[in-house]
């Protein structure tokens, strides 16, 4: 599925810090997260959608949500979209769906054109089945269900419709004059009172009246489109705006909102109104006052048709260019709209001060008391690579192309240079050692920095080349990461650690420690590393990474360890780190959560390769350097999205290959193959969901999974139930499970009655091959003298055959090559002989290859056989025509002069360009190029018979440079 990922905050307003609550009162700050804070993604066609235009969006008790299209209804899993359209055998009238929604008992209402009326109901063994209801053909907008099963129907022409329960259809209002009443939008307000949104304004319907609404309630007499409820309030909305009133007296619901025509109104969960409009989008009206959403910071379309907030709180939008989803995400991400300079990130610190220094492609940025600073240096504005702050010095900036900066009292101090003694200006790495030295790594070797000294080479700073990580552990040694692996430095020498056995693991990103163990990010995983022993174990792909390629890790308060790398942000507990490198092999895999766009990145590329590329801040939060901004997260938050516990369902079960209606249970099956697909419909994090999945009789333990599909086989006889369970990645909480039963039958051979009977069988088998055996044996020396026979006649047909393919051309009939050369050197020595003229032609079908390869071989060889047909019709008696090889002829033409020969050659060539080739085979004409040689009685001797066919093989390369469909005559070269 693709998901085109639009990020609000971009283009509409400024990100609220996550810190805002350090630096400024938040005593009256509304809860509601700001409309241009919720990250969005973006469904269309290209994703499987049957249409861009989203009617109606609304979700079952299940967990599915459902979308109503012009090209039919839509079931949607979080991964995957359904769609039942005309042929789907649901019942519907028609595959444009206009509206879907729920009833208080959980059922499913679709309406839509042709009078489309179908639920989705559930029958007391849990299975859903479909019915549809007879109403009048006209488009139905909305649908209301009663508690005593009536249901309410606001459709095109006839107005508002109830359905009693016996399935009868009345009209409920009396239409004004001749013109047809259009309801567009129903609110049963209570068991008394229904709001009906029309062309004809808003109506109040009770058992004792009708009441039209109009200028003396506060509503102008316009067309309303929505009705709903608010604060207690009724609100409606229409050509002319919004209003909002206690049922009987109406007033503008926001100057703002005056003149708009607004389509649809929809409160959530946090009483927030959202309304949508015809041709300006998206509003909500919340705590935070009116804010809007257009197509200039996200909406694929400006008509907004369909809005639903499903179970867990996300925001659906339905417009005319596709479905939006607006959520909260567990990252947040800083970018050049936010105030930095570049969005291609590379490093960052926390500074002692608390803010975070950021240096990106741009230069270098700080973040502090919740705003985005820029320096006024120069050099803070080239390519930044690499930060370090020493306790005394100061904050050292590695830059990409300009050498090493020096910040201290809010300036650049001192910049150093290869002029100065870099031994690079692209500085990768900074860090300080005990004996206050400052290390920096670059390309081309280690320098060290000390005021007293300036900047120095390294001890054997060849060996540091291409350095990216550094370390000094508590026993001060010095480690070094490097693009061709890892050094120690002992005794001024570094010397090389043997990473071979970890993976064969190389580049050493990142050195982090922890416990008394050095965590390397390499290339080949995560080296958990005991430099006391000099071993370690590697966390890699095998062991559930969804990276191989680890940029930088850290582990965060809560026990989170973090990774960064190519393909997302990784993150697993400590704990089953712990576990998986104090067993070998690992009981399981690693329970893993990989963020990505769909997580609140912008970009989930993180970067790599300099240092430090990851943060923990001191409020636990987690900043990652990506390929497009600083992307952050709270792990004390991350709970929040793991509250909702995805329900599973069974979506499809195949049994030998074939897919079965009943996804609830079967009474048997031989127990060959049987594939059961599920999902769990968890839609904030759909990619972290996880499965829990066990065939009671059949395991004794539950496994645990990503995987969306169970499939066993060869299954002996017994009783089965499949459960399945879907949780999101390191949550506790597991959904409403879901279960198939079936059994398995013991199979013929399995049962006694079936040995009984083989017994009888064998017994009753023996005695009638002893009776068979003599009259076999009687037959058999009369079958061996007729096998004989047949044999003999049998190898002098086969001995005839091959006598005859010796000749012959097996695909075309003609002679061979063979044949051809012993016939032609005959009339070569004849002619000789008796002072006789001889014309040899050589042809050569046009283009053959082109044929082959575009209508198979054997259409070419059909062709070939048509073409040898054509030929032996147009031919002498006396001409001899022979398949040489391929698509290549000769014809000999005995006691044939060169014009003779020539007009013979030129008949050939017209008639095969004329003749139309078989209808079945080709659509095009063939045409041949021939080349000619004649030999006269006035010409020397010819060395040998194959010198007139070299003769002839030149003129036909001379045909062929000549454009072939055409005839040449050898011309010997002139003297």
């Known amino acids: 599925m693709r998901m085109v990922m639009l990020l609000c905050s971009l283009c509409f307003s400024a990100w609220v810090p996550i810190s805002a609550a350090t630096e400024t009162s938040t005593a009256h700050a509304p809860s509601t997260p700001a409309l241009s804070s919720y990250f969005q993604e973006l469904w269309t066609s290209r994703d499987g959608l049957p249409h861009n235009t989203i009617n109606g969006i609304t979700q079952t008790p299940d967990g599915y949500l459902w979308l109503a ?12 979209f359904k769609v039942y359209d005309l042929y789907s055998d649901i019942g519907l009238a028609d595959a444009g769906v206009q509206n879907v929604t729920v009833t208080d008992a959980g059922e499913l209402v679709v309406v839509g054109a042709r009078g489309t009326f179908v639920m989705r109901k559930q029958d007391a063994q849990g299975r859903y089945y479909w019915q549809n209801y007879e109403v009048p053909s006209t488009l139905i907008n909305k649908a209301v269900a009663n508690p005593d099963d009536t249901i309410w129907l606001a459709t095109e022409e006839f107005g508002l419709l109830k359905q009693q329960a016996n399935g009868q259809v009345e009209p409920y209002l009396e239409t004004r004059g001749s013109r047809a009443m259009h309801a567009y939008d129903i609110l049963r307000k209570d068991q008394t009172q229904l709001f009906v949104a029309s062309d004809r304004g808003l109506i109040s319907v009770t058992k004792a009246k009708v009441i039209y609404l109009n200028q003396q309630h506060g509503l102008p007499e316009s067309s309303m489109f929505a009705v709903t409820q608010y ?9 002319q705006g919004v209003f909002i009133g206690d049922g009987n007296t109406f007033a503008p619901l926001h100057p703002q909102l005056l003149n708009k025509n607004v389509i649809r109104l929809y409160t959530d969960s946090s009483a927030n109104l959202w309304l949508g409009t015809i041709n300006d989008g998206l509003y909500r009206l919340s705590s935070r006052g009116l804010e809007h959403l257009s197509t200039n910071n996200g909406l694929p379309n400006a008509r907004v048709i369909s809005i639903y907030e499903d179970h867990e709180r996300s925001i659906w939008v339905g417009t005319n260019g596709g479905m939006v989803r607006l959520r909260d995400t567990p990252f947040d991400t800083f970018t050049q709209a936010n105030g930095i300079a570049d969005n291609f990130v590379r490093t960052l610190i926390q500074h002692s001060d608390g803010s975070i220094w950021v240096g990106s492609a741009g230069g270098l940025n700080r973040f502090k008391q919740g705003q985005w600073q820029s320096f006024n240096d120069d050099f803070t504005h080239h390519s930044i690579l ?26 650049i101090q001192q910049v150093w240079t290869r002029d100065d003694g870099l031994l690079a200006n692209e500085i990768r790495a900074i860090t300080g050692t005990h004996d206050g030295y400052v290390w920096i ?49 002992s005794d001024d020498r570094f010397e090389k650690v043997d990473l071979s056995a970890f993976n064969q693991a190389e580049y050493v990103f990142d050195i982090f420690p922890y416990q008394g163990h050095l965590w390397f990010a390499t290339d080949r995983g995560l080296i958990i590393y005991d430099p006391a022993s000099q071993t370690g174990q590697v966390v890699g792909r095998k062991h559930g990474l969804s990276a191989e390629k680890i940029f930088q890790v850290t582990v965060d308060p809560y026990d989170n360890v973090w990774m960064s790398s190519n393909r997302g942000i990784m993150r697993t507990s400590l704990s089953s780190i ?27 590329q993180a970067n790599g390769g300099s240092n430090p590329a990851l ?10 350097p990506t390929a497009y901004g600083v992307a952050v997260i709270d792990p004390a938050q991350l709970g929040r999205f793991h509250e909702y516990a995805p329900p599973s369902a069974i979506e499809e079960v195949v049994i030998n290959g074939n897919s079965l209606s009943d996804t609830v249970s079967l009474a048997e099956f031989d127990g060959n193959r049987i594939s059961i697909h599920y999902a769990g419909l968890g839609f904030s994090m759909n990619n972290q969901i996880r499965y829990r999945t066990q065939l009671i009789g059949y395991e ?72 068979m055996r003599v009259r076999v ?35 075309t009939e003609l002679p061979n090559r063979r044949s051809f050369n012993r016939d032609f050197e005959a009339a070569v020595a004849t002619a000789q002989q008796h002072q006789l003229p001889l014309s040899l032609a050589v042809i050569d079908i046009d283009h053959f290859k082109t044929i082959n390869d575009t209508y198979s071989h054997a259409v070419g060889d059909q062709i070939l056989r048509w073409i040898a047909k054509l030929m032996q019709q147009e031919l002498r008696s006396g001409d001899k025509i022979a398949r040489w090889g391929g698509e290549e002829f000769t014809l000999l033409m005995t006691q044939t002069e060169a014009a003779a020969a020539l007009d013979i050659a030129e008949r050939l060539r017209q008639s095969i360009a004329a003749a139309t080739p078989p209808a079945d085979l080709i659509d095009r004409s063939i045409t041949i190029s021939i080349g000619l040689a004649t030999y006269s009685p006035e010409q020397a001797e010819l060395s040998s018979a194959s010198s007139l066919l070299i003769q002839a093989d030149q003129a036909l390369y001379q045909a062929k440079a000549a454009g072939r469909n055409c005839v040449k005559t050898y011309q010997p070269p002139a003297h």
């Open 69 to 80: 299209t012009w090209e039919g209804l839509v079931r949607f899993n979080g991964a995957e």
């Open 231 to 239: 604060q207690d309030q009724v609100v409606v909305a229409g050509e």
């Open 386 to 411: 690499s930060l370090y702050e020493h306790p005394e010095y100061g904050v050292f900036i590695g830059s990409y192309t300009h050498g090493l900066g020096l910040w201290r009292d809010g300036k």
């Open 441 to 489: 790594a670059t390309p081309n070797g280690l320098n060290r920095y000390h005021p007293a000294t300036g900047i120095e080479a390294a001890p054997q700073a060849d060996q540091a080349r291409f350095s990216v990580s550094l370390y000094q552990d508590q026993q001060r040694r010095l480690w070094l990461g490097t693009a061709r692996g890892l050094f120690v430095l």
């Open 578 to 604: 712990l576990v998986l490198t104090a067993t070998d092999p690992a009981p399981q895999p690693l329970v893993l959560d990989t963020f990505r766009e769909a997580d609140g990145l912008v970009s989930s």
């Open 615 to 624: 943060l923990l801040d001191d409020e636990g939060h987690v900043w990652v």
């Open 700 to 771: 004794q333990q539950p496994r645990h999974t990503q995987a969306t599909f169970a499939e066993f086989t060869n299954l002996p006889p017994g009783t089965y139930e499949f459960v399945v369970t879907a949780y999101y990645g390191n949550s506790d909480l597991q959904g409403t499970a879901a279960t198939f039963d079936f059994s398995v039958p013991p199979k013929l051979y399995q049962r006694a009655s079936f040995w009984v009977a083989l017994a009888v069988l064998l017994a009753l088998s023996l005695w009638l091959f002893v009776r």
């Open 777 to 811: 044996l009687q037959s058999r020396a009369q079958q061996l003298e007729q096998q004989v026979a047949e044999k003999t006649q049998a190898l002098q047909q086969q001995a005839q055959r091959f006598a005859h393919l010796a000749q012959y051309d097996e695909l």
